[in-house]
């Protein structure tokens, strides 16, 4: 499973951050780089500020910056779709409280793919 993951993230980011309960307002990224089922390479990436209705914003980003994978805890329909047709597998957190954990839980396979029915009206 190589795999490149983000996770929005407290400040500063890293293993040891609280997740961000929704991904398109988080202040970072953790990004995880997973090869051969092992964490590879732990960096950030700083969002990118977007307006209402402009949530493709935060999705082009980790596209172009090679993200493959995104854990959330929620967002709204758009986004949702916009990973869809950019490629990013969208699985959600499961409730863990740090990225550590959440990146444990991807390792294992125990983290649902994020569906329509978990999605937001966004911004809440």
Known sequence: MDTIVAIPSA???GLDATIDAHFGHCGIYTVVEIENGEVKEVRTLENV?????GCMAPVNHLAQNGVKT???GGMG???LQGFNQVGITVFHNGGAPSVGMAINAFL???LPEF???QTCGGGH
Request: glycine share 10%; net charge neutral.
């Open 11 to 13: 400040l500063p980011g």
């Open 49 to 53: 500020p977007h307006q209402q209705g």
């Open 70 to 72: 995104l854990i959330a």
């Open 77 to 79: 329909f758009r986004p």
């Open 108 to 110: 294992k396979d125990s």
């Open 115 to 117: 569906t329509v029915d």
